[in-house]
């Protein structure tokens, strides 16, 4: 009965209907970081970023393991995003976080 009800609700504005699961997103996200080891750039950082974000919508929370990974993505992916803002930018090339 709560897949119907939630399913009559209007989509939050972080679900993405072209990435309908959990599943789905997560490997898009795996598909960008996996881009960003082998090129980082600030744009993949910034998508990576973004995906996780979606992965915070309560559409995708199956989980509280996905609820927990979704929140630590965000968080590691916002502090690479900084650090393309700040003077040490220079060390991305071999970013630890992502070793």
Not at 15 to 24: C, G, I, N, Q, R
């Amino acid at each position: 009965m709560q897949k119907q009800v939630s399913a009559l609700q209007t989509p939050s504005e972080l679900f993405d209907p072209e990435l309908p699961t959990a599943k789905e997103l997560m490997a898009a996200i795996c598909c960008v970081a996996t881009q960003y080891a082998l090129k980082p750039t600030q744009e993949l950082a910034i998508l990576a970023g973004d995906l996780a974000k979606k992965l915070t919508a309560p559409e995708y929370a199956e989980t509280k393991l996905i609820e927990d990974i979704a929140e630590r993505l965000v968080k590691q992916w916002e502090r690479i995003v900084s650090e393309y803002g700040s003077d040490d930018s220079w060390m991305l090339e071999t970013h630890g976080t992502l070793q």
